[in-house]
């Protein structure tokens, strides 16, 4: 592993309490990420996918999960000891995931625009008119059609896909 790693993951392990005791659901992941690098973490089902990036981003309920060993270092920050105030500043405006199934993640009462533009707003501290705009633009980049109109659509009136 070497030393210029964006992301440093080092002998994660997640555990969830159980009656039966503790569940290993993540138990000794090392993963290095380099600047500019792209990561896909690819197994089987109830493989440890999704806990694994969970745990990194610290998006599991404590309890039932539980950090049970290991070291998260982000742009040389632990991000175990991060208070969740100063984890929640860098979700989304410097690390992030793109969970499998993003349209399940969308809040169904909130336009797909709003909540793009409220993480804009809450960590580029744009306006609400900038936040749409560049919310807009996004949506162009990644080759949403009629960009303007979708931002006002509901997650349930996209598309997921062809």
């Known amino acids: 592993m070497t030393d210029e790693a964006l992301l440093r993951v080092d002998g994660l392990k997640t555990y969830f309490k159980t009656r039966g005791g503790d569940v290993r659901a993540v138990d000794g992941v090392d993963l290095d990420i380099l600047p500019g690098e792209t990561v896909g973490l690819v ?3 109830g493989s440890g996918k999704s806990v694994t990036a ?6 599991l309920a404590t309890p039932p999960a539980r950090d049970a ?16 105030p100063e984890m ?4 989304g405006s410097k690390i992030a995931m793109i ?3 993003p ?3 969308l809040n169904p009462v909130y336009t797909a625009g709003e ?3 409220e993480s804009i707003r809450l960590h580029q501290g744009k306006s609400k008119a ?3 705009e560049q919310a807009v633009t996004l949506f162009r980049t990644v080759g949403i059609p009629n960009a303007e109109e979708r931002y006002d659509a509901y997650p349930h009136q996209l598309s997921g896909g062809s």
């Open 43 to 45: 197994g089987e089902s």
């Open 54 to 59: 969970r745990s990194i981003l610290r998006l």
């Open 69 to 84: 060993g290991g070291s998260i270092t982000f742009q040389g920050r632990n991000l175990l000891a991060l208070p969740q």
């Open 88 to 91: 929640r500043k860098l979700r």
């Open 99 to 101: 969970f499998q199934d």
């Open 103 to 105: 349209m399940t993640f």
């Open 115 to 117: 909540q793009v533009a």
């Open 130 to 132: 900038e936040a749409r």
